[in-house]
Nanobody
Framework: QVQLVESGGGLVQAGGSLRLSCAASGTIFSIGAMSWHRQAPGKQRELVARISSGGDTNYADSVKGRFTISRDNAKNTVYLEMNSLKPDDTAVYYC?????????WGQGTQVYVSS
């Protein structure tokens, strides 16, 4: 079993920045792709950014140029640097990871961007 614990959410004004972290722990053989998703009230969960085990990244169009995903494989941790935040970025952000053929989700961290 793998546990994912997110941190770094909070309240920020529009134009500000936040950095989310997600640490994996438990019985980890290897972690494949890791990603961040978000879900705003009344909306479906959507992919924000993804990073492969080798470091290849892709982003949702809505966050390109503003968000950066990275990972530290030695620490089994994935990060999401969020800049130029907008009120539309307000959501619960979830970490996702693939390991041993299984998919795991974190509990989510709230990001609120005020106008």
């Amino acid at each position: 079993q793998v546990q994912l614990v997110e941190s770094g959410g909070g309240l920020v004004q529009a134009g500000g920045s936040l950095r989310l972290s997600c640490a994996a722990s438990g019985t980890i053989f290897s972690i494949g792709a890791m990603s961040w998703h978000r879900q705003a009230p009344g909306k479906q969960r959507e992919l924000v950014a993804r990073i492969s085990s080798g470091g290849d990244t892709n982003y949702a169009d809505s966050v390109k140029g503003r968000f950066t995903i990275s990972r530290d494989n030695a620490k089994n941790t994935v990060y999401l640097e969020m800049n130029s935040l907008k009120p539309d970025d307000t959501a619960v952000y979830y970490c996702h990871a693939l390991s041993g053929g299984m998919a795991y989700w974190g509990q989510g961290t709230q990001v609120y961007v005020s106008s």
